[in-house]
């Protein structure tokens, strides 16, 4: 064999040798330790909670918003309501004024006027107990309404402050993702459920 051929096979074996028994540096070592520390399936975990936190948190936000018009609505329909009974009862102190009058008349005129005087005063009060009656049902509607604008007020402070909650968890999702924290990564769980509790609570009126 010549010389050249001997070089190969040194050359082959030297490769095989390579292959069988790796030199590792101190670096590579290093890195397989920080592997090996890193939780396995954090990131993925977090990857998947975060979308589910956001997809879930924008469902609450619509609720926020829903809720929030829902409860302008409602607190404009009362004001209405108001001026409406407001109207009605200066209607109805009107009637009562001109009621007034025909009774007096019926003291002041002859006999032979009085009876229609009479009918005027009893005219006048049988339209206002009509007005007094839609007055007070307005009234009624009135603070119905309020009672509802403050309910759905409330509901809108509940998914106000589940958004919330899920808007922190997502963000403490991302911190622990870059700091490879596990008790932030169970800071994000917990937070998360908070906001879904608070989410049920909405969602029951509660």
């Given at each position: ?78 004001a209405i309501r108001k001026t409406e009974a407001s109207n009605q009862w200066n209607f109805y102190q009107a009637k009562s ?24 005063a009893k005219r006048y009060a049988a339209e206002e107990a009509e007005i007094k009656l839609a007055a007070e049902k307005l ?18 402070h509940r998914w106000a402050q589940a958004t919330t909650a899920l808007q922190i968890a997502i963000a403490m999702a991302a ?32």
């Open positions: 064999m010549g010389y050249s051929g001997r070089r190969q096979l040194t050359q082959h074996q030297e490769k095989r040798l390579s292959e069988e028994f790796e030199i590792r540096g101190a670096h590579e070592d290093q890195m397989d330790a920080a592997a090996e520390r890193e939780p396995r399936g954090m990131a993925g975990q977090l990857a998947v909670m975060t979308a589910i936190l956001a997809t879930v948190g924008a469902m609450f936000s619509y609720m926020a918003g829903a809720t929030q018009a829902d409860a302008g609505i409602f607190k404009n329909d009362a004024n001109k009621q007034n009058l025909s009774e007096l008349g019926m003291q002041l005129v002859d006999a032979a006027r009085r009876p229609l005087f009479e009918a005027e009234e009624k509607e009135s603070t119905e309404f309020d009672e509802m604008s403050e309910a759905k007020l409330h509901q809108h911190i622990a993702l870059l700091t490879r924290r596990r008790w932030l990564e169970k800071a994000v769980f917990v937070m998360s459920g908070l906001g879904l509790v608070v989410g049920a609570l909405a969602y029951f009126h509660l």
